[in-house]
């Protein structure tokens, strides 16, 4: 999984999957879910990130992989 936030566009997207995005679905206002080909969650874009979540802090808990820290 990766978080990638694009502070140009205020727009936050979480990576769940590293097939393709097939389709996506709006499932809030400017809340987006793209499925692979399969029909499985691929990712989560947010607009307008900063105003619907805390972007301040992110907690990891109870992860069973290792994991990697980049900062811009």
Known sequence: MKLNYYKDTDSLYIDLSSKPSADTREISEGIALDYDADGNIAGIDID???????????????????FE???A
Do not use: M, V
């Open 48 to 66: 307008n990130a900063s105003r619907k979540i805390d972007l301040r802090e992110i907690i990891l808990s109870k992860i069973p992989a290792e």
């Open 69 to 71: 820290t980049l900062t």
